[in-house]
């Protein structure tokens, strides 16, 4: 989505807000909101798996890599396939990593927490994705309609792949204003 250039996603606005105002890359950026964001876990009483750590350093680093061999002036078909994939991925990638139940990753983590405590997943996520982006956008993060898309479709897509690719196959709740 970042190559794709039509609008990051939610926590990566965050992340470009905070690297302007710091010297770091926008990866090492997303490393640092990580284990941040890990901290938010305590009074929500999450735990930690070794998912959760991969998740805080692979994502991050694999940004640097990406972004340093990808070129930027692919053409605005390709830019568009990009953002439609990389949008849905989201959703089954997290229903994978988190289904597993080897610990998710701290943006993952705060949602499942709060999710917990009887919210919906879609609802929590999406909630948390327009916080970012409001947060990082005030930062001076870039937004596009690739950025909307997201904030608006992730909720929906992971808690659609949530419930069927966990391996726990939690009891469905009935949560007023679910679906």
Known sequence: MIVADLGLSPWDVLHQGIAIHTSLGI???????GFVVLLMWVPLKEHLGLGTLFNVLL???TINVLLAMLPDDLPVVVRIAFLFVGTFL???????YIGV????????????????RGYSVRVVRTVLEVSVLVAGFVLGGSVGVGTL????????NVHFWLERLSLEHPEPKTVIGAE
Do not use: Y
């Open 59 to 61: 994502i991050g680093l």
């Open 90 to 96: 989201f959703g089954p990638g997290s229903g994978l």
């Open 101 to 116: 139940g080897m610990g998710p990753g701290p943006r993952d983590g705060l949602m499942t927490a709060l999710a917990a």
């Open 27 to 33: 990866g090492t950026v997303a490393i640092i909101v």
């Open 149 to 156: 898309l997201f904030a608006f479709t992730i909720g929906p």
